[in-house]
């Protein structure tokens, strides 16, 4: 039995820092006192410089590239926190690495989504916060709560000022069938239809447009999931709305900005308009072309975070849209 009486605490490992201090701050606080670093052999050091005992400990850290070290210091420091007697742990994950591995595609695949997720368990979190899992039956890999918040709450709205004054032109489009869902709730908030690109992988990593389902003819197209990696799959399916649905222009976004490999590459040289990503992975510098716009998580985040402290409803946020 946990009280919101316990003091709550945020702290952040390596891989999103900005993004935890955003969420800190929306609490009105400063994140708690604590390094996260390397020894000379290349061990994680963590260091916790402040009390926690009885606290509600709220550990703000992405598993993105690279993704063991990522996935490694969550671990240390859970444990970290656990053996200082913190009150109850939650790790806030906005970008959950491994989690396309949900399934066996082959024999003798192992599912390590699942091997992470009960490796998160055993170190000994109480609860995770995360934002749109690849596959929302993740979930379900998890022995412990799990708070799963959509990013298409903050982009819905994003386009639907944007496009104000020509939004019943609009039609939203999921890449594949996997983002149908991601797609309808963009639907739901914004009234505009939706289109569902049809595609096959004839290896990992690449994909073909092979039909699109519904008419995108002189209609500003909206392309919706749940991140970019290595972007062929978003540009195959904008290219293949201008050239062959007649679509009068794309514009792509998602919620995690993986980009990896050519990523960057293609989509500046995509027929995209722009692409609108959420910070839930720290874009370097480097990456963050014009055509890149970044939104921020960290009130939904922080009014998550709140919510889980004083024992309040979680889904009330979900019934807004």
Same mark, same amino acid.
């Given at each position: 039995?946990?009280?919101?009486?316990?003091?709550?605490?945020?702290?952040?490992?390596?891989?999103?820092?900005?993004?935890?201090?955003?969420?800190?701050?929306?609490?009105?606080?400063?994140?708690?006192?604590?390094?996260?670093?390397?020894?000379?052999?290349?061990?994680?050091?963590?260091?916790?410089?402040?009390?926690?005992?009885?606290?509600?400990?709220?550990?703000?850290?992405?598993?993105?590239?690279?993704?063991?070290?990522?996935?490694?210091?969550?671990?240390?420091?859970?444990?970290?926190?656990?053996?200082?007697?913190?009150?109850?742990?939650?790790?806030?994950?906005?970008?959950?690495?491994?989690?396309?591995?949900?399934?066996?595609?082959?024999?003798?695949?192992?599912?390590?989504?699942?091997? /992470?997720? *009960?490796? +998160?368990? $055993?170190?000994?979190? %109480?609860? @995770?916060? !995360?934002?749109?899992?690849?596959?929302?039956?993740? #979930?379900?890999?998890?022995?412990?709560?799990?708070?799963?918040?959509?990013?298409?709450?903050?982009?819905?709205?994003?386009?639907?000022?944007?496009?104000?004054?020509?939004?019943?032109?609009?039609?939203?489009?999921?890449?594949?069938?996997?983002?149908?869902?991601?797609?309808?709730?963009?639907?739901?908030?914004?009234?505009?239809?939706?289109?569902?690109?049809?595609?096959?992988?004839?290896?990992?990593?690449?994909?073909?447009?092979?039909?699109?389902?519904?008419? /995108?003819? *002189?209609? +500003?197209? $909206?392309?919706?999931? %749940?991140? @970019?990696? !290595?972007?062929?799959?978003?540009?195959?399916?904008? #290219?293949?709305?201008?050239?062959?649905?007649?679509?009068?222009?794309?514009?792509?976004?998602?919620?995690?900005?993986?980009?990896?490999?050519?990523?960057?590459?293609?989509?500046?040289?995509?027929?995209?308009?722009?692409?609108?990503?959420?910070?839930?992975?720290?874009?370097?510098?480097?990456?963050?072309?014009?055509?890149?716009?970044?939104?921020?998580?960290?009130?939904?985040?922080?009014?998550?975070?709140?919510?889980?402290?004083?024992?309040?409803?979680?889904?009330?946020?979900?019934?807004?849209?």
């Amino acid at each position: 039995m946990f009280s919101h009486e316990k003091e709550m605490k945020i702290f952040a490992a390596n891989s999103n820092i900005p993004l935890a201090k955003e969420i800190a701050a929306e609490l009105g606080m400063s994140l708690g006192l604590s390094e996260v670093g390397r020894f000379s052999d290349g061990e994680i050091e963590v260091a916790i410089k402040e009390t926690v005992r009885g606290c509600d400990v709220f550990i703000v850290q992405s598993t993105s590239f690279p993704v063991n070290e990522n996935i490694m210091e969550l671990l240390i420091m859970i444990d970290a926190f656990r053996r200082a007697s913190a009150g109850r742990i939650t790790a806030v994950i906005p970008y959950f690495g491994y989690a396309r591995q949900d399934r066996k595609a082959k024999a003798r695949d192992p599912i390590s989504a699942k091997l /992470v997720a *009960n490796i +998160i368990t $055993i170190a000994g979190a %109480d609860r @995770i916060l !995360t934002m749109d899992l690849h596959a929302p039956q993740l #979930q379900g890999f998890f022995d412990i709560p799990v708070d799963h918040l959509s990013g298409v709450a903050i982009l819905a709205p994003y386009y639907l000022d944007m496009l104000s004054d020509c939004f019943e032109n609009v039609t939203i489009i999921s890449p594949d069938f996997g983002s149908v869902n991601r797609a309808r709730t963009f639907s739901r908030i914004s009234g505009a239809p939706i289109a569902i690109i049809d595609k096959k992988r004839p290896r990992p990593g690449e994909s073909e447009v092979c039909n699109i389902i519904g008419d /995108v003819r *002189n209609r +500003i197209c $909206i392309l919706v999931d %749940d991140m @970019i990696d !290595t972007a062929g799959t978003i540009c195959n399916a904008a #290219q293949a709305l201008i050239d062959s649905g007649g679509a009068k222009s794309v514009y792509a976004c998602a919620t995690h900005g993986v980009l990896s490999g050519e990523a960057v590459s293609r989509l500046n040289h995509s027929v995209i308009e722009e692409v609108v990503l959420l910070d839930t992975i720290e874009i370097p510098s480097v990456k963050q072309i014009s055509k890149i716009k970044i939104l921020h998580t960290s009130s939904v985040f922080a009014e998550t975070i709140q919510r889980i402290y004083e024992n309040l409803p979680v889904s009330t946020m979900f019934n807004r849209y």
